[in-house]
């Protein structure tokens, strides 16, 4: 019997835009998902600098999102635990609830260069059956010098060509902070909570 092929498609999501949900049918068409995880990271290291619109409004906008296709599914796994949080232990946890199934991370390529100085980089790749890595036009990388500094990576990497949308979660933000039109960066219901909620103001 074939395994049920989970994604884990993780992010801020501070909107979710049609970008990310282009992306996100690109992901499962290419790498035959059964589901895809949209985790939702509640406090990402990365982006201390910045103020991260409350929980509950990512998560409900999200939800908004995606409440039409029945191969997504929200994921709280990060925010039901303390951070911080590393993608090792998100895998792990995922793969605890579901054990019959394979598992496959998803990542850009920036990520994939910077995997060498992530947390426990080689528990990680382990705890993985594949790594999904979304590759922009023209984007170099180097996998072989990524796999000299972690063990194992290489056979268990998958390529996804990813569409060039320049659309951004930030300019997203922008727009509707100075008044410009955003409307169709995202989906009508989305947009239709933003005004609601009065966010990015």
């Not at 074939?2 to 996100?24: N, S, V």
């Not at 925010?79 to 496959?104: D, F, K, L, M």
């Not at 170099?140 to 569409?163: E, H, M, Q, W, Y």
Request: glycine share 6%; charged share 30%; proline share 7%.
């Amino acid at each position: 019997m074939q395994k049920e092929r989970i994604g884990i498609f993780g992010g801020t999501f501070d909107p979710p835009h049609l970008g990310h949900l282009i992306l996100a049918c690109e992901i499962r068409s290419q790498l035959k998902l059964d589901r895809l995880l949209w985790v939702l990271t509640p406090d990402p290291p990365h982006k201390q600098e910045r103020v991260i619109t409350p929980l509950v409004h990512r998560q409900k906008m999200v939800e908004l999102a995606i409440g039409d296709n029945p191969n997504f599914e929200l994921s709280l796994v990060e925010a039901e635990r303390a951070g911080p949080h590393y993608s090792v232990e998100t895998v792990q946890i995922i793969r605890e609830r579901n054990p019959n199934a394979e598992i496959i991370y998803l990542m850009g390529g920036d990520s994939l260069r910077g995997l060498p100085r992530w947390h426990r980089p080689v528990d990680f790749v382990r705890a993985c059956d594949e790594i999904g890595v979304m590759r922009r036009p023209a984007d170099a990388i180097d996998v072989t010098s990524v796999d000299n500094a972690v063990a194992g990576l290489k056979s268990k990497l998958r390529f996804v060509d990813a569409p060039l949308l320049e659309i951004a979660s930030r300019e997203i933000r922008r727009r509707a902070r100075e008044g410009l039109p955003c409307r169709y960066y995202l989906p009508k219901s989305v947009f239709t909570y933003i005004r609601k909620e009065d966010l990015y103001r």
